[in-house]
C-alpha cells in the first residue's frame, strides 16, 4: 500500500509514534509540508519509505515573496523530496486571495517543470468554481506530470485531468457511504492514471470518522477502489503501488 498524500507533521508526537510503527505496512508515503515554517521539519521526518514534498498550500499563497521562492528553490533540491506541493486553487476557506493562489501555482508548476518533479494539486470551493478554474488552468498550462490529489469527482476537473495525463488520487470520502458517483469515477478512469492517499491527519475513512487519519488507514480506501472496479485487494495493491514509483520516481 503507499499513501501519496500525508501530513506526518500534523501530527502530535504520541500520534506519530503509532503512526511510525505501522509504516513498515506501507509500501511509500510522501509527506506534504505546506508552508516556510514546515519544510524543515517536513524534510526531516522523510526517512526510509517516507519521501517529502514541499509547496505553499492555496490558503498560504499570500506568503508568496522572493524570499520565500528562494527558500522553496533551496528546499525542493533536497534529494527526499519528490514532489512540489500542494499548491492549487481553494475557494472554500480563502476566496479573496483568488490571484496570490494563481500566482502562487504559476510559481510552483514552473518549480516542478524545472526540476522533473510532479505537481500535487489541491482544490476546494462551495459552489465548484475554483474547480472550474483549475480545469481551465489544467488545460492551458498542461503540466507534464501532476496529481489530483483528494479527487472529488467534478466532472469538468475529470474531464480536464484526463485530457493532460493526470493522476487522480483518491482519498477517505471514496469509503463514504453517500459518494456513489465518486466510487464510480474510481471505476471508469485508466487504471495508471490511479492513486490513493489518507491526507493524514484529515479525510479519515469511514470507520475513523470524525478521528485523526493515519497513512496505514489507507487500506480502507484501497479496499473500496478495489471493490469499485472488481479486482482482489492485491491486485488493486500492485496497481497503485506501481503507479505512484512512476509518478514520485522513489524505488
Ligand atoms: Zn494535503
Known amino acids: 500500500m503507499t499513501d501519496t498524500h500525508a501530513h506526518l507533521d500534523f501530527l502530535e508526537p504520541e500520534e506519530l509514534a503509532e503512526a511510525a510503527a505501522h509504516l513498515p505496512k506501507l509500501r511509500a508515503v510522501l509527506t506534504l509540508g505546506v508552508d516556510p515554517g514546515r519544510w524543515e521539519k517536513t524534510l526531516s521526518l522523510a526517512q526510509g519509505n517516507v519521501y517529502a514534498a514541499v509547496g505553499l498550500h492555496p490558503t498560504s499563497a499570500h506568503l508568496l515573496s522572493p524570499e520565500v521562492e528562494e527558500a522553496l528553490r533551496h528546499y525542493a533540491r533536497s534529494e527526499r523530496v519528490r514532489a512540489i506541493g500542494e499548491t492549487g486553487l481553494d475557494y472554500y476557506w480563502t476566496p479573496e486571495t483568488r490571484a496570490a493562489q494563481l500566482k502562487a501555482l504559476d510559481f510552483q508548476a514552473a518549480l516542478a517543470e524545472a526540476l522533473g518533479l510532479p505537481l500535487v494539486l489541491h482544490v476546494r470551493s462551495k459552489d465548484g468554481k475554483a474547480e472550474e478554474d483549475l480545469a481551465a488552468w489544467l488545460l492551458l498550462h498542461r503540466p507534464k506530470r501532476t496529481v489530483l490529489h483528494a479527487f472529488s469527482g467534478h466532472p469538468a476537473l475529470e474531464a480536464a485531468g484526463l485530457e493532460v495525463g493526470a493522476y487522480f488520487s483518491f ?73 505512484a514509483r512512476v509518478c514520485f520516481g522513489w524505488p
Open 171 to 243: 482519498a477517505g470520502p471514496l469509503t463514504y457511504r453517500k459518494n456513489a458517483a465518486l466510487r464510480e469515477a474510481a471505476a471508469r478512469l485508466p487504471e495508471d492514471r490511479l492513486l490513493v492517499e489518507t491526507d493524514t491527519p484529515f479525510l479519515p475513512p469511514e470507520p475513523f470518522r470524525g478521528k485523526r487519519n493515519r497513512p496505514h488507514y489507507v487500506r480502507f480506501t484501497l479496499e473500496k477502489l478495489a471493490e469499485a472496479r472488481g479486482l482482489p485487494f492485491a491486485e488493486a495493491e500492485a496497481l497503485t503501488d506501481r503507479n
